[in-house]
């Protein structure tokens, strides 16, 4: 766990309005390698109900609260294939890590999960801020009081081709990399 909290930068990754860090794969080798490496623990753990998403990891030592858990869920959906499919709304599974299996035959990011899930249904939507000096694409909530610098939603637009309007919302203050970095796959659009 060390190494992924060192490296935590490597992954999809937010800090929650607790300063929690939840770390999900950006692919399914990645999904895999990060499962495999907490196997130790037993944190809290997400993914859609669908396939096509990150397993994402809550990384507390303590219980997390709600809110947490809701934040997580929106981040899990919004960087799944359910953006790409401008879905508004995500059924999310809530498990703990000690619930998953990798069956011997399962194809790279797939795991079998055990025993009782938890259901949420999130909505899609992202605010843009910064956190650590990146700029990151955080579900609403985890914002609290602070005023995001965008609110997106998923749209019909590439994200490459709103890179420019993105870019001068924000002030041109972020290097086309880092919006691109910052957001989920697929189109995107701007919340009004």
Request: aromatic content about 8%; overall charge positive; charged content about 25%.
């Amino acid at each position: 766990m060390k190494e992924i909290i060192e490296n935590y930068q490597k992954y999809r990754w937010f800090f929650t309005s607790s300063k929690s860090l939840v770390v999900g794969g950006k692919s399914a080798s990645q999904n895999d390698d990060l499962l495999k490496s907490l196997k130790n623990k037993d944190y809290i753990v997400m993914h859609t109900s669908t396939p096509g998403s990150p397993f994402s990891v809550i990384l507390s030592e303590k219980k997390p609260s709600e809110s947490e858990v809701k934040e997580t869920a929106i981040f899990t959906a919004c960087f799944s294939q359910q953006w790409k499919k401008r879905a508004r709304k995500s059924e999310i599974h809530i498990f703990n890590l000690s619930q998953l299996l990798k069956p011997k035959t399962a194809k790279i990011g797939t795991w079998k999960v055990k025993g009782k899930i938890k259901k949420l249904l999130v909505d899609l939507e992202l605010g843009l801020t910064t956190q650590n000096n990146f700029l990151r694409a955080v579900p609403i909530p985890t914002l609290k009081n602070k005023n995001p610098s965008l609110i997106l939603i998923p749209g019909t637009i590439n994200k490459q081709q709103m890179l420019s309007k993105i870019a001068l919302e924000l002030g041109e203050k972020f290097s086309q990399e880092a919006i691109l970095q910052a957001l989920p796959s697929g189109g995107v659009r701007i919340k009004r």
